[in-house]
Nanobody, 121 residues
Framework: QVQLVESGGGLVQSGGSLKLSCVAS????????MGWYRQAPWKQRELVAT???????NIADSVVGRFFISADYSKNTVNLQMNNLKADDTATYYC???????????????WGQGTQVTVSS
């Protein structure tokens, strides 16, 4: 199983910064990709940023140049540095991992419980 625990959410004023962190615990699994998604009220969950073990990143257009993702796969951690936050960034942010069992190819999705980020205008 893979378990993800997020930290770092909170309330911040527009233009401010926050850093989200996620730590994964895994038993019998290899994690291939970690990242962050977010879901605002009455909206679908959307990708924010992901980073693979090969250091390939995928960043949403809406946050390019403001959000920066980093990971340390030796420690199973992923961080999201969020700068110049806007009211539209208000959402619950979920840590995500794409992982597979040792010796298997099928990748499975794992989610954290989410951390709230609220940006006041």
């Amino acid at each position: 199983q893979v378990q993800l625990v997020e930290s770092g959410g909170g309330l911040v004023q527009s233009g401010g910064s926050l850093k989200l962190s996620c730590v994964a615990s895994r038993v019998g699994f290899i994690i291939d990709v970690m990242g962050w998604y977010r879901q605002a009220p009455w909206k679908q969950r959307e990708l924010v940023a992901t980073i693979s073990t090969a250091d390939r990143t995928n960043i949403a257009d809406s946050v390019v140049g403001r959000f920066f993702i980093s990971a340390d796969y030796s420690k199973n951690t992923v961080n999201l540095q969020m700068n110049n936050l806007k009211a539209d960034d208000t959402a619950t942010y979920y840590c995500h991992a794409l992982a597979r069992r040792y010796g298997r190819y099928q990748q499975l999705n794992y989610w954290g419980q989410g951390t709230q980020v609220t940006v006041s205008s």
